[in-house]
């Protein structure tokens, strides 16, 4: 399966992208191996798209803002963006649920019966959650889909643009 080296879009076989029109380079016939027998890597091989994308979930925000700002592959530059937000909204989603149970226990307990404790039962709910999208996303980087997530992904799709 073929992707444009411009835009990520499937382009199968053909000359030209569909999407964005980008023409479309001849894979590189292979070079001959050395005399010897002793192989030796391409100047022009690197890691694969696939593997790029996954990796970029796999530390969580620091290795999406290290694939963000070294790999120049659309694909790559997707998945790196999502994870550093996906990271964020899960930090923020955390935050929001901490200060609510704080606020809660606050409140409930000038009445002397405070049931703001009971957020803390959320955590591992969101924890878990999280966790879930997380392994789902490493997942399909891996298969070289171009997932996005239904609140993030329109806005990360547009940043690296």
């Known amino acids: 399966m ?5 835009c990520g879009s499937e382009v199968g076989g053909a000359a030209f ?3 964005c029109g980008a023409a479309q380079g001849a894979p590189a016939a ?3 191996a050395p005399a010897g027998g002793a192989a030796v890597a391409s100047q022009t091989s690197g890691m694969e798209e696939n593997i790029a994308g996954l990796l970029c979930y796999v530390f969580g925000w620091v290795s999406g803002l290290i694939f963000l700002l070294i790999d120049k592959r659309p694909f790559v530059k ?3 963006a ?5 990271n964020l909204a899960f930090f923020a989603v955390w935050m929001v649920l901490a200060i609510f149970g704080f606020v809660l226990t606050m409140i409930t307990s ?3 019966f405070p049931i703001g404790f009971i957020t ?5 709910i969101i924890g878990l959650a999280f966790l879930v999208i997380w392994i789902f996303m490493m997942f399909k980087a891996y298969s070289h889909e171009k997932y996005k997530l239904p609140i ?3 806005m990360v799709e547009n940043m690296v643009k």
């Open 120 to 124: 803390v039962f959320f955590f591992p």
């Open 82 to 86: 999502q994870s550093i937000a996906l």
């Open 78 to 80: 997707f998945h790196a």
């Open 30 to 32: 292979a070079a001959p």
């Open 2 to 6: 073929a992707f444009c080296g411009a």
């Open 17 to 19: 992208c569909p999407k």
């Open 110 to 112: 000038m009445i002397h």
């Open 152 to 154: 993030i992904g329109n």
